[in-house]
């Protein structure tokens, strides 16, 4: 069954309404904020896990040892495709399930190339989220839908969003990240919970009509990165599909000059522990965030603002010794 609502966010907090297993998520510590928070909202307890390589997603061996550890046990995962990357996670999935069977797995593609058919999908997911919002890999400005297993229970909720309430949460998070303080933000009509302004059919086309114009451009302007940037400051070629990501010293200094010159690039994700959490240790994640930086390969960029921003970069790793 496919649902499809305003947002992404929408669908997950309808699903933690629509389950009645009261125990916690586990988290990765590097998701999106949007996520934490709608855990807040929903009134449902989550605790977060460090990521590790190969694909900067929620570190496996951990996960499944907190799921044999813990007395209280764990309502669900929610599994964050981390920069977009679709690496293969079923022994994952297939392993957990068998320690909790009646887990609820969330296979969260927000940064995906939208699936319309889910002919991508794992079997062993019971949700597999995408989004269509600003600056996700598709950017209509809202949409999301999700692919349900058999089963999944899904109450659609109502409510009304404010700007206001929207730019007063996104505020408060971007604060309490800066600071590395808890986030100590209200809560308010931030979540739009009502029903989409277009048909899922004409939702369906305009993605399908987007698709292959966006892939072609990702693929021109990451050709531009890959060809001016050494290989040692790129993150692997599954990692570029969403944003084009590097790894330089002093990140926050070339995001200034970027934008200094006209040109723009951001550092998601940060690590949430301290923020969302009381734990603070998580050292993967906060070995990622020391460094990261998203080069912008979407319609917002052209050929020539790519180049400039390479340029910028290769400027940045002579100044700083690399």
Not at 206 to 234: D, F, Q, S, W
Not at 246 to 261: H, K, N, Q, S, T
Not at 263 to 286: C, M, V, W
Request: glycine share 6%; proline share 6%.
């Amino acid at each position: 069954m496919i649902v499809f609502e305003r947002r992404a966010s929408s669908i997950l907090y309808n699903l933690l309404l629509s389950l009645e297993d009261r125990r916690p998520f586990l988290l990765p510590v590097n998701v999106c904020p949007i996520v934490p928070l709608t855990f807040l909202k929903a009134g449902r307890p989550f605790c977060f896990v460090d990521i590790s390589e190969p694909d900067l997603a929620l570190d496996r061996d951990q996960c499944l040892e907190r799921l044999r550890a813990s007395e209280e046990g764990f309502a669900g995962i929610l599994y964050v495709r981390t920069y977009g990357t679709e690496s293969d996670a079923d022994a994952f999935f297939q392993a957990a399930h068998t320690l909790v069977p009646d887990l609820l797995l969330i296979d969260d593609r927000c940064l995906c190339p939208p699936d319309l058919s889910g002919h991508r999908l794992s079997a062993l997911a019971d949700a597999t989220l995408f989004s269509t919002g600003r600056a996700k890999h598709v950017d209509l400005g809202s949409g999301g839908f999700a692919h349900l297993g058999e089963g999944v229970p899904y109450r659609r909720h109502h409510g009304t969003s404010t700007e206001a309430a929207i730019r007063a949460i996104d505020r408060q998070v971007k604060q309490a990240v800066a600071r590395g303080a808890p986030f100590e933000g209200t809560d308010g009509e931030w979540l739009d919970l009502s029903v989409p302004d277009r048909t899922w059919e004409s939702y369906e086309r305009a993605v399908r009509t987007l698709l292959p114009e966006i892939a072609e451009h990702k693929r021109r302007l990451n050709a531009i990165y890959t060809a001016a940037l050494p290989e040692e400051i790129r993150l692997p070629a599954r990692f570029q599909s969403w944003r084009f990501h590097i790894v330089v010293p002093r990140p926050d200094r070339l995001v200034e000059r970027l934008f200094a010159e006209g040109l723009f690039a951001s550092r998601h994700y940060a690590s949430l522990g301290g923020i969302f959490s009381r734990d603070t240790h998580f050292p993967e994640a906060q070995r990622l965030q020391q460094g990261i930086v998203n080069l912008f390969n979407d319609r917002s960029f052209d050929e020539a603002r790519a180049e400039r921003a390479a340029a910028r970069v290769l400027l940045h790793l002579i100044e700083h010794g690399h």
